[in-house]
């Protein structure tokens, strides 16, 4: 139960720091800092929940982006920031993760 409230804070704090920053204009650095938050600096993070980007194939960190940004696949937050992402914001940010 704890775990659960602590992570709607998490995530709710989470969402409010990226919708303080406009994602079209934004620079690689705090794209990338965004997604590091949750899937840590190299795509590595200590959460079970969260999975690792680090070792996954562009083709499906593209895919799995698209999905979440057109709604068909659905997370609280990633449903959310895809959306806040262009394409070309997508395409550096997959290339970036998946060379870690």
């Known amino acids: 139960m ?9 995530l709710t704090g989470f969402y409010l ?11 690689l650095d705090k794209l990338q800092n ?13 959460y079970q929940s969260i999975p690792d980007l680090r070792g996954q194939s562009l083709v499906y960190l593209r895919n799995q982006m698209a999905a979440f940004k057109n709604g068909e696949r659905q997370d609280i937050t990633m449903s959310k920031v895809a959306q ?15 060379e870690q």
């Open 34 to 46: 965004m997604c590091m938050a949750c899937h840590g600096d190299n795509g590595v993070n200590p």
């Open 84 to 98: 806040l992402l262009s394409d070309d914001d997508i395409n550096k940010l997959t290339k970036y993760f998946s």
């Open 2 to 10: 704890m775990n659960k409230r602590v992570s709607r804070y998490f």
């Open 17 to 27: 720091c990226i919708m303080s920053f406009s994602a079209a204009s934004a620079d």
